[in-house]
């Protein structure tokens, strides 16, 4: 008499392994993990740190890279930094936000696309070297979907409050990385113990290190610094983290219509940026 094969899969909630046929998750309590509606390649991209790392990476690259195509460099001048730093035009139209984006040309989605612009190689960076220190932890103590949610929307209330302040032209992920800062701060906050504490202290330093750097180097945005905290606690608060709650249909609900929103942003970007490159071509 043979038995039944017992497949296993790694949970798509809290990533443990699991069999493909239990009715709920023995760890984190999601329902019917094995069904396809939650247990397919899309799903378990997003729900891979290192997945969601590598991906947001890449789309900030191929966005600064299209940024250089498009730039008009004159040849042989200002050298490698230069060369490798998209002028103001391309940025402008790749989707830079700020009052002169917004009010002068209506551009409202640029507060989504003007988080994976960036003026320079030093810029984009470190940048992502400083979401590959945080995305993870957010992953983890937030879940994938509301570290989506809050990548996304801190950047945005991020550039709000920029844009209210009166900063007229700006890019940069630094506004979305302060809003996982600003989660992150919440958790360690809210949590306590020796962890949360140590959570708390250590991201408190990036705070610190983020006012004294906007202090001591010219243009950079300290209200989108400012908003994208701010927005990543409130965020924090509102979405709760997975010691208190797992994550449910509705945060997946909520960080699809982010993915949508900012796809939605950067096309309309790339056809901005196409339409200019074509119309700099023909003069």
């Known amino acids: 008499m043979t038995t039944p094969e017992r497949r296993s899969i790694l949970c ?58 498009i730039s008009n460099h004159s040849p042989g001048h200002g050298g490698l930094f230069s060369a490798l730093s998209p002028d103001q035009g391309s940025l402008l139209a790749l989707g830079a936000t700020g009052v002169v984006p917004i009010d002068r040309y209506g551009r409202f989605w640029s507060l989504l696309s003007a988080n994976y612009l960036h003026g320079g190689p030093l810029h984009i960076f470190f940048n992502m070297m400083a979401l590959r220190q945080l995305l993870p932890l957010v992953v983890q103590e ?16 991020g550039y709000v409050l920029s844009y209210l302040a009166g900063v007229g032209y700006t890019i940069g992920a630094s506004a979305a990385l302060c ?39 010219p243009g950079i945005n300290n209200w989108g610094h400012g908003g994208g905290v701010v927005g990543g606690i409130v965020l924090g608060f509102l979405l709760d983290y997975r010691e208190r709650r797992t994550e449910n249909l509705f945060h997946k609900f909520l960080a699809g219509g982010c993915i949508l929103a900012t796809a939605a942003a950067l096309a309309l970007g790339l056809l901005s940026a196409f339409v200019t490159f074509a119309g700099r071509s023909l003069h």
């Open 12 to 69: 798509p909630n809290c990533g443990r392994l699991i069999s493909r046929d239990e009715p709920a998750c023995p760890w984190c309590g999601t329902s019917r993990p094995g069904s396809w509606l939650k247990n397919n390649p899309l799903t378990r991209s997003v729900g891979s740190a290192d997945r969601l790392v590598t991906m947001i990476i890449t789309v900030n690259m191929v966005m600064y890279l299209v940024s250089l195509l």
């Open 142 to 157: 937030y879940g994938a979907w509301r570290m989506l949610t809050i990548y996304t929307i801190g950047g945005v209330c």
């Open 179 to 217: 809003g996982l800062i600003g989660s992150l701060l919440y958790y360690g906050k809210s949590r306590g113990g020796v962890y949360g504490q140590a959570v708390f202290k250590e991201v408190w330093g990036w705070v610190v290190g983020l006012f004294f750097f906007g202090l001591i180097v």
